[in-house]
C-alpha cells in the first residue's frame, strides 16, 4: 500500500464535512470518516482504478455521501489528496490547488 497524505485544506474540508453531518444526525458524522477511511485504503492499494478527472488529478467517489477524494499520485508514488470536495461545488475551486 502507498502512503497517502491529506494536505491541510484536504484535511479540514474532511473535518468540516464530518462535523457538518454529526450535526445533522449523531453517529452519523462517524459513519462518513468509515466511507473516507474505506476509501483512502482503496485508494492506497490501486490508484489507478480510478479516473482522472483533470490533468494528473483524480478522483474517487465516497460511497453513500456525495463527497469525492481528489488526489494526485506523486513521483515517489505516495498519494497526495488536494481536496474533499462536494459534488455540486464548482469544480474551478479544487483546480486552482495545484
Known amino acids: 500500500m502507498r502512503p497517502v497524505i491529506l494536505t491541510p ?6 473535518m468540516n464535512a464530518r ?7 449523531p453517529g452519523l458524522g462517524r459513519n462518513f ?4 477511511e474505506s476509501v483512502v485504503e482503496r485508494i492506497a492499494t490501486n490508484p489507478g482504478q480510478f479516473p482522472v478527472v483533470y490533468k ?4 474517487a467517489l465516497l460511497r453513500r455521501y456525495p463527497y ?3 488526489f494526485i499520485v506523486e513521483a515517489d508514488d505516495s498519494l497526495t ?3 474533499c470536495f462536494h459534488g455540486s ?3 474551478v475551486r479544487w483546480r486552482t490547488r495545484m
Request: glycine fraction near 0%.
Open 89 to 91: 461545488r464548482d469544480p
Open 33 to 36: 470518516r468509515v466511507a473516507v
Open 19 to 25: 462535523d457538518w453531518y454529526e450535526r445533522e444526525v
Open 68 to 70: 469525492a477524494l481528489l
Open 56 to 59: 494528473n488529478i483524480r478522483r
Open 81 to 83: 489528496v488536494i481536496a
Open 9 to 14: 485544506m484536504a484535511r479540514q474540508e474532511l
